[in-house]
């Protein structure tokens, strides 16, 4: 059974990058067809899709959050970043990682998720 998990800082500092990790076992994150995407979801808000990497390493961004998302891959550990500059309160959510066949279609799979908080 193919799992996800995700690891992150828990707490950041206001203006810090938010660095994530999407770790995945029992299949691989190049297995051809599967994209893999980083949501979250701001308390008492609903889901936010920000960015997905596929199984080809083609990316791709939610316009609202290009200009400071970075999805990035590395095969030999299997695992998916996700990294977030200028972090803002704003950016205080459950942040998951998903996958989905293809990148237009719903997520089969989700990690469990792992909450963030921007705070001083």
């Known amino acids: 059974q193919v799992q996800l998990q995700e690891s992150g800082p828990g707490l950041v500092k206001p203006s810090q990058t938010l660095s994530l990790t999407c770790t995945v076992s029992?299949?691989?994150?190049?297995?051809?067809?599967?994209?893999w995407s980083w949501i979250r979801q701001p308390p008492g808000k609903g889901l936010e899709w920000m960015a997905v990497?596929?199984?080809?390493?083609?990316?791709y961004y939610s316009p609202s959050l290009k200009s400071r998302t970075s999805i990035f891959r590395d095969t030999s550990k299997n695992q998916i970043s996700l990294q977030l500059s200028s972090v803002t309160p704003e950016d205080t959510a459950v942040y998951s990682c998903?996958?989905?066949?293809?990148?237009?279609?719903?997520?089969?799979?989700w990690g469990q998720g792992t909450q963030v908080t921007v705070s001083s």
């Open positions: 998903a996958r989905s066949l293809g990148t237009l279609r719903p997520y089969e799979v």
């Open positions: 029992g299949g691989s994150i190049t297995t051809s067809n599967y994209a």
């Open positions: 990497i596929s199984y080809d390493g083609s990316t």
